[in-house]
């Protein structure tokens, strides 16, 4: 599973080649999104885009520092953008406790990116998040390799550095 609060982070460095904001740019989240399993039905307003905008900069200062205690209040304002309610369902004999979202799917949006920030903490999954050794690329990824040392975020980015050091022999 792909977290969501990581992808938004990476969102900074995408400039569509023109330097324009690629949050900007409906169809790119809306792919992004879509490839990582949360569809969106309608493209985001304006003012979930500024919220993208905003969470955006206070996840990549949190990554960098891997310190989300100074920021506390803001993220308890995204996370209480959405409403939950539980409930039970069965399913198959058994019982399912669920929770169903009673918000929007903007702010259902905001808030689950910002659970999914709060997760690399509260399961000390931080300490695996890393920077990509690529000086062109760095992206922000998480680190599930066994012994924690792998130093790029896509095999794409660490065939071009083995290519640029064979090359530069």
């Known amino acids: 599973m792909k977290n969501k609060s990581i992808l938004l982070a990476n969102s900074i460095w995408f400039n569509?080649?023109?330097?324009?904001?690629?949050?900007?740019?409906?169809?790119?989240?809306?792919?992004?999104?879509?490839?990582?399993?949360?569809?969106?039905?309608?493209?985001?307003?304006?003012?979930?885009?500024?919220?993208?905008?905003?969470?955006?900069?206070?996840?990549?200062?949190?990554l960098s520092n891997k310190d989300i205690s100074s920021k506390q209040t803001i993220i308890n304002t995204y996370l209480a953008k959405a409403t939950y309610t539980p409930m039970i369902i069965n399913k198959d004999d058994t019982t399912l406790n669920l929770w169903k979202c009673e918000s929007n799917e903007e702010d259902q949006l905001i808030s689950e990116i910002t659970q999914d920030l709060v997760t690399l903490f509260s399961e000390n999954i931080i300490e695996h998040v890393k920077t990509c050794s690529n000086d062109e690329c760095k992206d922000y990824f998480l680190d599930n390799s066994k012994n924690k040392s792998k130093k790029f975020c896509s095999s794409k980015c660490g065939n071009l550095i083995k290519v640029r050091r064979h090359r530069a022999k």
Do not use: F, H, V
């Open 16 to 62: 569509n080649n023109t330097g324009e904001e690629i949050l900007a740019n409906n169809t790119w989240i809306t792919d992004k999104l879509e490839k990582i399993g949360y569809p969106i039905s309608k493209p985001l307003s304006s003012s979930c885009l500024k919220d993208l905008l905003t969470l955006r900069t206070i996840i990549l200062e949190i």
